[in-house]
């Protein structure tokens, strides 16, 4: 029997790239709008879970401002970590398969090589930290489970670094990137279709999900602004240029070896991932 899949998050960046590909290959899914299914409602989740008895639920949903969650860490704990344990559970109770994203900035960056699930966390900042509480969470729940890590998420809309970054071009003629910053921008094409191949195979725990290769946000920017023409110039910056709020890990590259191993099949490189997206969503 084929999955029916419950979308969590459905208008954020990766939420969209689900419900496009649902659509296109006729995948049975539901959707609800993030107004009427708030992941911080245990009421709300149940019934929700009970109406439309999914037997995977993707939650794609989060707490992702990482500068904000410094002044806001009960806002990022209740999304990111409590409303995730909540979600576990019922999922469990259920036995409905979970699949939940997680991210690079679990680690503090002092590795220097790119991190293997066997590595231990160790987050630098609040949203870091709400994200791992979020993992074990769901580690903890014990239920059947997908707990995918990605980083440098891209996917269609305004919020994502390419996007901005042509916003940038078109009113400074030169754009400083951080050369320092490390780690692997990752498609929402690819994190759909990596997601569904190994919600399909039934692979269950821990797994880096990202594009293939490492990049720094100055290696980034320079890749995309040869693509789109940019006539800014590219500089390499520092870290240290941008004083932030969070502080922010260095050098957070994922190696994807395990689920490539898994899958049988290796995921594309990152240059690959940015042609396709600016092919699939030209952007303006
Ligand atoms: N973006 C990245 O660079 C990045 C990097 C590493 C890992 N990740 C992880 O990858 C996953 C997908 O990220 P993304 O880039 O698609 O994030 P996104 O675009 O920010 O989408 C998250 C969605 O969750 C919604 N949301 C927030 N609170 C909610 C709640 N209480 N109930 C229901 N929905 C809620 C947000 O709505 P509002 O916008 O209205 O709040 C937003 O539409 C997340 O787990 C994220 O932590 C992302």
Request: aromatic share 8%; with cysteine.
């Amino acid at each position: 029997m084929s999955d029916s899949f419950l979308i969590l998050g459905s208008n954020g960046q990766l939420g969209r790239e689900f419900v496009k590909e649902f659509t296109a290959r006729r995948i049975p899914f539901t959707a609800p709008d993030e107004r009427d299914c708030d992941i911080t409602s245990t009421e709300t989740m149940a019934t929700m879970l009970d109406g439309h008895r999914p037997s995977v639920v993707l939650n794609c949903a989060a707490y992702n401002a990482v500068d904000q969650a410094e002044a806001a860490p009960d806002t990022a704990y209740r999304i990111n970590a409590e409303a995730v344990r909540t979600v576990a559970e019922l999922c469990r109770q259920r036995r409905i398969m979970l699949v939940h994203y997680s991210s690079d900035y679990i680690f503090d960056g002092r590795k220097g090589s790119p991190y293997t699930e066997q590595d231990p966390a160790g987050p630098l900042n609040v949203y870091g930290r709400s994200k791992r509480a979020g993992e074990e969470a769901v580690l903890h729940a014990g239920g059947e489970h997908l707990l995918l890590r990605t980083s440098w998420v891209f996917g269609n809309g305004p919020q994502n670094f390419i996007h901005k970054l042509l916003q940038w071009s078109k009113k400074n003629p030169v754009l400083r990137l951080t050369a320092d910053e490390t780690s692997v921008p990752t498609c929402t094409l690819d994190i759909v279709d990596v997601t569904l191949d190994a919600v399909r195979m039934r692979l269950s725990g821990l797994y880096h999900l990202t594009n293939s290769g490492v990049a720094s946000r100055y290696d980034w920017g320079r890749y995309v602004a040869e693509k789109l023409a940019l006539s800014s110039e590219i500089q390499p910056a520092s870290l240290d240029e941008f004083p932030s709020p969070a502080r922010r890990p260095k050098y957070s590259a994922m190696s994807n070896a395990a689920m490539t191993s898994a899958l049988g099949r290796p995921i594309p490189a990152w240059q690959d991932a940015v042609d396709r997206f600016l092919t699939v969503y030209p952007q303006h």
